[in-house]
């Protein structure tokens, strides 16, 4: 009987030993899987990222884990940023101007539609930045 599945955490250390020992005894992902408890995509996914030339070597793969946590970003776009582009929508810039122009000169890689959905957000909670769009469309509700 297939037990319910754990929500989801990252593999630690000691699951990637576990899937080491797996591949070695010859089980397939998806008996892997259930030893683990885990879905069976989670070890594909883990496999697939963390093979090398040598084959799935767990504290390697720990360490690229560890690494790929350390080069992410919480939050890509900052305060001062969000500033940034509320000051080009109020001098009346579209939301595309505005992506184009911090990217060309002030390496700010802010899509034009992340920026829709900050001037929505503002508007929910209060703000004006919409009232400087050129197209006042009525959106759907949900």
Do not use: F
């Not at 030993?17 to 259930?34: K, N, P």
């Amino acid at each position: 009987m297939i037990g319910i599945m754990r929500n989801y955490t990252q593999l630690t250390e000691e699951e990637r030993y576990q899937i080491y020992e797996g591949i070695t005894l010859g089980l397939t992902q998806t008996e892997i899987a259930d030893d683990l408890d885990v879905n069976k995509s989670t070890i594909s996914r883990e496999l697939k990222r963390n093979t090398g030339l040598r084959g799935y070597r767990p504290r390697q793969a720990q360490i690229l884990s560890d690494s790929r946590k350390l080069n992410h970003s919480s939050q890509r776009i900052n305060k001062q940023q969000w500033d940034r582009v509320e000051d080009l929508i109020g001098k009346d810039w579209s939301p595309e101007q505005t992506s184009s122009w911090l990217a060309l000169n002030e390496d700010i890689k802010i899509s034009h539609e992340w920026i829709y959905l900050h001037i929505y957000q503002d508007k929910k909670i209060g703000g004006d930045l919409h009232e400087h769009l050129r197209c006042q469309k009525k959106r759907r509700k949900r």
